[in-house]
């Protein structure tokens, strides 16, 4: 058993458009980072966190890294171990890009890591769902099941847990704008509808039908043309300041498709190369400075890997 790790988990673009809460991809920036060591004291203890200027908790209950490590210790019969976490943050809180994921994920590798991986990835995305659900209030899986597989993920169900690793096309980027506005998951999560006509329940079927299809056989102008939301979305954007502007202005520049990342305010992007995708972010922020608002911009190809051991 080790006495210390260093692990790196990374932000998600959950949703993907049309595929609410059964959605979603890893990107390889940005990210959290977790140090975590074992000590003679038994308990799960926060002894640091960094880069979330105050924001989160020390306290293990309610901090959702610390909650769902001692979920993990429970689980394996190991309550009588000791250990201490060091959170830094490297991500923005209340993004829309997966930011308590990251933690968890990074929190719960790092320990099963210790552990000598007692526990698969897949095994793991419970334990993640709790922290989720600590964090927002439902614990869905289309962060954490990214974050932690890698790659682009489909829950088909949740009850029971089924989730599915899909394949995607290997030289598509995700260019991510996050504007720095506030808009907390739990606050957008309120906004959705509880009920949809059936016919917009058709339409979202076939698009994540569509969007899936276009993933197995590379079809961008299939991925394009069924990323399209008509339940969430039209919501959602209205906190996103300049939303369609932004989209029409990404789409004009070959852009396969733009939209919503998880609950926002961050919006995407899928382009088919690297240099469109920077290019679009550029845009996106100069017309997102053009109404005196801040934003931070990250392009990535897909995250194949989910955590890793830094050290």
Known sequence: MRSSVKVFAPAT?????????????????????V?????????VLISKITGDEGRLPLNPAKNTVSASVQDYLKHIGRTDIGIDIELHK???????????????VAGLFAINT?????????????FAMKGEELACGYGHADNV?????GGFVLIRSYEPLDVIS?????????AIVYPEVDVPTKDARQ?????VYLKDAVKQWGNVAGLVTGLFTKDYDLIGRSMVDGLVEPTRSILIPDFYKMRSIAMEMGAISFGISGSGPSVFALTKDESTGHAITQALQKQLKSIQINSLSFVSSVNKKGPVVLD
């Open 13 to 33: 673009v959950a949703n993907v458009v049309c595929g609410f809460d059964v959605l979603g991809f890893a990107v390889n920036e940005p990210g959290d980072e």
């Open 35 to 43: 140090i975590m060591r074992v000590t003679d004291t038994p308990g």
């Open 90 to 104: 490297k991500m923005p809180i209340g993004s829309g890009l997966g930011s308590s994921s990251a933690s968890t």
């Open 114 to 126: 210790l552990f000598d991986n007692q526990l698969t990835a897949q095994e793991l995305v419970p």
């Open 145 to 149: 099941a990214p974050a932690l597989l």
């Open 166 to 174: 899909l394949p995607f096309p290997e030289e598509m980027y995700a």
């Open 191 to 195: 906004m959705i509808r509880s009920k």
